[in-house]
C-alpha cells in the first residue's frame, strides 16, 4: 500500500477517447444528436482542466474567503442547471432550487466537514472542495429529476400531493440504485481513487459510507424541499 498513484501521459489518456468516438458515430447514424454529445464532451474536457488549474492554486490557498466564494459559484450554477428539465420555468423556479439545494446540500456539508471530519481550519479546501461538489452535484440531480417528474405528473392531471409523493420517489432512483450497487456491482470513484493513491480499502470504505450517506441525505433532503417550496407554482398552474 506504499505505491504512488500513477501518472497518465497524455497519449494514454487520448486512448480513453476512443470508446466516445465509437458512441459520437452510433449517434451520427442513430439519432443524428452527435452533436450534442460532442458538446458535452468538448465542455467535459474545457472544464476539467480548467478546473485542475483552479484547485491546485485553490489547494495552495488559505482564504476562506476564496473558498466560500468558490462554493457560492457551484451553488448558484448547480440550482440553475438542475432545472434544465423545465426550463420554461427555469427563472421563476431557480429561487426555490437555489434554497432547497442550500438547505439539503449546505446543512450535509457542514456536518460532515464540521462534524465527521472536524476539519482544521474548517475550509481546508482539499477535503471541503471535493466534498462540496459531490454534495452539491447530488443535490441539483436529484432537484432535477424531481422538477421533471412533478411537471409530468401535474400534467397528467394527478393531484399535487401523489405527484409530489412520485416525484420524490423518482429523484432518489439513481441514488438508492447506487446504495444497493455499492461493493457489489461497483467500487465508487472516491474509494477508487484513494486506494489507487496507496490508502487501505478499509479506510477508504469508511470514507466511502460517509460519502454515501451524505449524498443519499442532501438529495433526498434537497428534493423533499423543493417539491414543498414549489407547490403554490404547481397548483396556481394546474387550478
Given at each position: 500500500?506504499?505505491?504512488?498513484i500513477?501518472?497518465?501521459?497524455?497519449?494514454?489518456?487520448?486512448?480513453?477517447?476512443l470508446?466516445?468516438?465509437?458512441?459520437?458515430v452510433i449517434?451520427y447514424?442513430?439519432?443524428?444528436?452527435h452533436?450534442?454529445?460532442?458538446?458535452?464532451?468538448?465542455?467535459?474536457?474545457?472544464?476539467?482542466?480548467?478546473?485542475?488549474?483552479?484547485?491546485?492554486?485553490?489547494?495552495?490557498?488559505?482564504?476562506?474567503?476564496?473558498v466560500?466564494?468558490?462554493?457560492?459559484?457551484?451553488?448558484?450554477a448547480?440550482?440553475?442547471?438542475?432545472?434544465?428539465?423545465?426550463?420554461?420555468k427555469?427563472?421563476?423556479?431557480?429561487?426555490?432550487?437555489?434554497?432547497?439545494?442550500i438547505?439539503?446540500?449546505?446543512?450535509?456539508l457542514?456536518?460532515v466537514t464540521?462534524?465527521?471530519?472536524?476539519?482544521?481550519?474548517?475550509?481546508?479546501?482539499n477535503?471541503?472542495i471535493?466534498?462540496?461538489?459531490?454534495?452539491?452535484?447530488?443535490?441539483?440531480n436529484?432537484?432535477?429529476?424531481?422538477?421533471?417528474?412533478?411537471?409530468?405528473?401535474?400534467g397528467?392531471?394527478?393531484?399535487f400531493?401523489?405527484?409530489?409523493n412520485?416525484?420524490?420517489r423518482?429523484?432518489?432512483?439513481?441514488?438508492?440504485?447506487?446504495?444497493?450497487?455499492?461493493?457489489l456491482?461497483?467500487?465508487?470513484?472516491?474509494?477508487?481513487?484513494?486506494i489507487?493513491?496507496?490508502?487501505?480499502?478499509?479506510?477508504?470504505a469508511?470514507?466511502?459510507?460517509?460519502?454515501?450517506?451524505?449524498?443519499?441525505?442532501?438529495?433526498g433532503?434537497?428534493?423533499?424541499?423543493?417539491?414543498?417550496l414549489v407547490k403554490?407554482?404547481?397548483?396556481?398552474?394546474?387550478?
Amino acid at each position: 500500500m506504499s505505491k504512488s498513484i500513477q501518472v497518465i501521459p497524455v497519449f494514454n489518456l487520448a486512448l480513453a477517447f476512443l470508446p466516445v468516438f465509437i458512441v459520437l458515430v452510433i449517434q451520427y447514424f442513430w439519432s443524428r444528436e452527435h452533436r450534442n454529445g460532442i458538446y458535452g464532451v468538448s465542455r467535459m474536457l474545457v472544464q476539467l482542466l480548467m478546473i485542475g488549474y483552479f484547485l491546485n492554486y485553490l489547494f495552495d490557498t488559505d482564504s476562506a474567503g476564496i473558498v466560500l466564494a468558490f462554493l457560492a459559484i457551484m451553488v448558484f450554477a448547480a440550482s440553475w442547471i438542475g432545472l434544465r428539465t423545465v426550463r420554461h420555468k427555469q427563472l421563476s423556479l431557480y429561487p426555490k432550487a437555489l434554497l432547497a439545494i442550500i438547505v439539503g446540500g449546505g446543512t450535509t456539508l457542514v456536518l460532515v466537514t464540521q462534524g465527521v471530519l472536524n476539519l482544521t481550519p474548517w475550509y481546508w479546501p482539499n477535503y471541503f472542495i471535493p466534498l462540496a461538489g459531490m454534495i452539491f452535484a447530488n443535490a441539483m440531480n436529484s432537484v432535477s429529476l424531481a422538477a421533471d417528474r412533478l411537471e409530468a405528473e401535474i400534467g397528467r392531471e394527478v393531484s399535487f400531493d401523489k405527484a409530489r409523493n412520485i416525484a420524490f420517489r423518482a429523484s432518489l432512483i439513481p441514488i438508492t440504485n447506487s446504495l444497493f450497487a455499492v461493493g457489489l456491482v461497483s467500487i465508487p470513484g472516491m474509494m477508487t481513487g484513494q486506494i489507487l493513491s496507496g490508502i487501505s480499502p478499509l479506510i477508504a470504505a469508511r470514507y466511502q459510507i460517509m460519502v454515501m450517506c451524505m449524498v443519499f441525505g442532501a438529495a433526498g433532503i434537497s428534493s423533499a424541499c423543493f417539491l414543498a417550496l414549489v407547490k403554490r407554482d404547481f397548483v396556481k398552474e394546474h387550478n
